[in-house]
RNA sequence: GGGCCAGUAGCUCAGUGGUAGAGCAGGGGACUUUUAAUCCUCGUGUCGAAGGUUCGAUCCCUUCCUGGCUCACCA
């Protein structure tokens, strides 16, 4: 697909050191809720070293692995409450709360996913459920069980917590769907089965060769590695606190599994400007596919892998985000319109790539005028911008009714509309229009800025707006004069009638 | 307390081992033309502090100060 990748610099210094491969880079979500743009950062910042892997003629492996065997640990806001029943069953295995998709974990993936294809994310999607189920884990989970009493002092030295007596690191599921509080007291490895207490006392016996339970987290990571033969794998800071999971998982993978650790990246968040870090319980949250609304999927890559990854970033998808356009776009396109330009076109003619060419043209965008199926993708992301997040300031909409707004026009300005309804031709271009306002407001003795409010106000329900010629040269000349006549005689009337 | 990141012009941030930069804001000027107008023009700031390495550091090392985030399974 694309043939030139984009291999930042700090990617191209992490596939230096990470040796001749084969590789499997790999990156791991849950999910538990929505997956945001922060997660995204993660698949971007693995999806950069892989590049800068194949870049070096390595082969390489890329895969997403998505923890939908994990237990669902806390009720979401927007979750039904009466799912918290379902606390402590795995995501693949809890229904739907919108029930549009198979599972909790696809409800949430699904989306993602669809996004990663958009962006051209050659990953393999992985879904730790189906894994377990189809015996990928089988020997590792073996191996780990084997190694319990060794896991579990790693777990203790590394983190400083006591584990309890009966920990395990395998956790098989109860018949009650619980995936958590049973306790493992025999192993039979000829059958790949455990015998367990429920959290009721009743035994049980578990299969992990058919996924009828997981490994626990912090020994899955680093039975992962192994599995899947890891070589890669960036960790947000939360991970990689010191005591945290990549602290044991690195111990237990040369210890026990015997397997080297991993090429490592440290990644730090993304918050969204003006509210902080996201967060699905806080509600703060930037999905991907909102953003691949206002800017193509190479822009969305830059945007939150940022220069450096390893550093914070503050997205301003507001006030800030022309300029990022404008910078992203020079790199990209030989004559860019100015992304805030692109605004005011875009709320002028709607969606139709025609008029705003018609509109580019005369403002002498010549270039951006030529493509129209890319002016139409343009138009979009500057129309659902300025809609969504632009201030106040850019947004403005002409009217398809006369504007209630109209009522506090005074009587010289409906005069002034009348006279350009009188004056204004088809054909003329931004500039004759400008004059043609311009010289009409002088001639009646009004304000320039009295006069263009009127005309705002009769179009668009606000006292000021894009510049008048250009703007108004770019519209129906038969709906402005029938606009600006009708505003006219309406308002005089009603003023007669008083 | 541990970890990561940051501390450069009023603001947001680039940046390089060898005389400090951009955008915005602000000052001045131009334009008979509203608009977050447009065009031209203007930036000596202890590059957080102190040491060290070097012929030379804002950039490398050490220590310290300040701020942000993070720390047992929400990147």
Redesign the pocket.
């Known amino acids: 697909m694309s043939s030139n990748l984009f291999i930042p610099p700090w990617a191209e210094q992490v596939a230096e050191q990470l040796g001749t491969g084969p590789h499997v880079v790999v990156t791991g ?2 999910p ?2 929505n997956i ?1 743009a ?2 995204l ?2 698949v971007l910042v693995a999806e950069a070293v892989a590049n800068a892997l194949k870049a070096r003629g390595l082969e390489v492996r890329f895969v997403f692995h998505a923890d939908t065997i994990d237990p669902l ?1 806390k009720i979401a806001p927007g979750i039904p409450a009466d799912y918290k029943s379902y606390i402590g069953h795995s995501l693949s295995r809890v229904p739907d709360p919108e029930g549009c998709h198979d599972s909790y974990a696809e409800h949430f993936l699904s989306p993602f996913e669809e996004t990663l294809k958009r962006m051209e994310m050659h990953v393999e999607v992985l879904r730790s459920h189906e894994l377990y189920e189809d015996g990928f884990y089988t020997e590792v989970t073996r191996e780990a069980i084997e190694h319990t009493e060794a896991l579990r002092r790693i777990l203790q030295e590394v ?3 006591e584990m309890p007596k009966h920990w395990s690191p395998y956790l098989p599921r109860a018949g009650s769907g619980q995936v958590v509080g049973a306790r493992v007291l025999e192993h039979l490895p000829g059958e790949n089965k455990v015998v367990f207490a429920d959290e009721d006392g009743w035994e049980e016996v578990a299969d992990y060769g058919r996924g009828e339970g997981k490994l ?3 020994v899955e990571l680093a039975a992962r590695w192994k599995a899947l033969g890891a070589t890669f794998e960036p ?11 990549t602290d044991t998982a690195d111990r237990m993978a040369e210890e026990v599994f015997r397997y080297p650790v991993p090429g490592r990246y ?1 990644y ?3 918050q969204i400007k003006g509210k ?6 806080k509600g703060i949250v930037l999905l991907p596919q909102e953003m691949l609304e206002i800017m193509p999927p190479d822009a969305l890559r830059r945007l939150i892998l940022g ?1 450096d990854p ?3 970033l ?1 997205l301003d998808l507001g ?1 800030g985000f ?2 990022f356009m404008d910078e992203y776009r020079a790199e990209v396109e030989p004559y860019p319109v100015p992304f ?1 330009h692109l605004v005011t076109v875009a709320q002028t003619v709607g969606g139709e790539p025609e008029k705003a060419a018609v509109m580019l043209r005369r403002g002498g965008y010549e270039e951006a005028a030529s493509d129209l199926a890319e002016l139409r993708r343009d138009l979009a992301y500057a129309r659902n911008w300025a809609e969504k997040w ?2 106040e ?2 947004r403005f909409g002409v009217r398809e009714e006369v504007p209630l707004e109209v009522a506090n026009l005074d009587a010289e300005q409906r005069t002034y509309l009348a006279a350009v309804a009188g004056r204004l031709e088809d054909g003329m271009d931004g500039e004759a229009t ?2 043609l306002l ?2 009409t407001a ?1 001639e009646l003795g009004l304000k ?2 009295t006069a ?1 409010g009127a005309l ?1 106000t009769t179009l668009l329900g606000k006292k ?6 250009s ?1 108004v040269a770019g519209l129906d000349t038969d709906f402005v004069r029938e606009r600006f006549r009708h505003v006219s005689g309406l308002t005089t009337a009603g003023e007669v009638e008083d």
Not at 235 to 245: A, E, I, L, M
Not at 276 to 281: D, L, Q
Not at 464 to 469: C, F, H, R, T
């Open positions: 979500i849950s538990s809720g945001h922060g997660n950062r993660e640990r983190s400083g917590r626990g987290w912090r960790f947000g800071k939360d991970h990689t606190s010191r005591g945290g999971s440290e730090e968040w993304i902080g870090a996201m967060s699905s319980s220069r390893a550093r914070a503050d006030a022309p300029r805030a632009a201030p300031s850019y400008q004059d311009y010289s002088v320039p800025k263009f705002y000021s707006g894009p510049k008048a010629g703007f």
